[in-house]
């Protein structure tokens, strides 16, 4: 009888990560994915996004997440749960954090802590319509990533431009994209 051992680092097991890009260098198909989420509103700044499911390589896979924005009383809310804002600026940490984890595990580097701290300014004159000339969102988003492990300053150097250069989140936000809008009036 075979016993089959899996060795994790960092949490990941490198194996299975070596086998999802052998898989997808091997068949483009298999790193298809598509991801959605709905939005419903609760009632004045509240709302509530369902997670139901992804899809990989043209299967779907079932999920059940429900995440809960709201605004600070300041902006009209009850502060009952983080903004849009803090969500987008949390979906790119962690993004990025999925990103330095995997390819220091690829790597076989042992990261004993990670942080990522992200920050920006809006002016809300632009979000409010007040000004058109000033813009509705961030000009910049200003970030720190504090990671300690067993790598050289060097190896940690190649993994923090590489995740710069493969992050999806790092990507969307750092790149112009196209947005398609529909709506539906009931």
Known sequence: MTTTTTSKLNGLDPAALHGLIDAVAADAEQGQTHWSV????IDGGVAQ???????????????DFTIRHDEPFELGGTNTAPNPQEYLLAALNACMTVGYVALATLKGIRIESLEIETEGDIDLRGFLGLDPAVKPGYEQIRYTVRIKGDAT???????????????????????AIALKAELVVE
């Open 153 to 175: 300053p060097e190896q940690f150097q190649e993994i923090h431009e590489l995740v710069k250069q493969t992050s999806p989140n790092y990507y969307n936000i750092a790149n």
């Open 49 to 63: 996004t369902q997670v139901s499911h992804f899809a990989i390589a043209g299967q779907r896979v079932d999920k």
């Open 38 to 41: 709905t939005t419903r509103w």
